[in-house]
């Protein structure tokens, strides 16, 4: 099992940054993959990245060239950064990682961008 605490999200104008984190409650250098996914109202959760344990990493279009995920083993934290925000990115941002054949979430964090 695996816990996941996201944190970061807030209230950002259009143009802005915001860094996401995500800290599990295990080393995740045995963590296969870990990712962002967010959800908007009435859209369906959407993959926003991922990134595997050896650091090969996968973007959604919508977010290529303006997000950036990375992994800090040492501190068993995933980061998102976030720039050049658009209002359509607004959402409940998640934290998810497949361990074990399992994939696990984290609460999520809300993430508001206005225009």
């Known amino acids: 099992q695996v816990q996941l605490v996201e944190s970061g999200g807030g209230l950002v104008q259009a143009g802005g940054s915001l860094r996401l984190s995500c800290a599990a409650s295990r080393s995740i250098f045995s963590i296969n993959a870990m990712g962002w996914y967010r959800q908007a109202p009435g859209k369906q959760r959407e993959l926003v990245t991922d990134i595997t344990s050896s650091g090969r990493t996968n973007y959604a279009d919508s977010v290529k060239g303006r997000f950036t995920i990375s992994r800090d083993n040492r501190k068993n934290t995933v980061y998102l950064q976030m720039n050049s925000l658009k209002s359509e990115d607004t959402a409940v941002y998640y934290c998810?990682?497949?361990?074990?054949?399992?994939?696990?979430w984290g609460q999520g964090t809300q993430v508001t961008v206005s225009s």
């Open positions: 998810t990682a497949s361990f074990m054949g399992n994939q696990h």
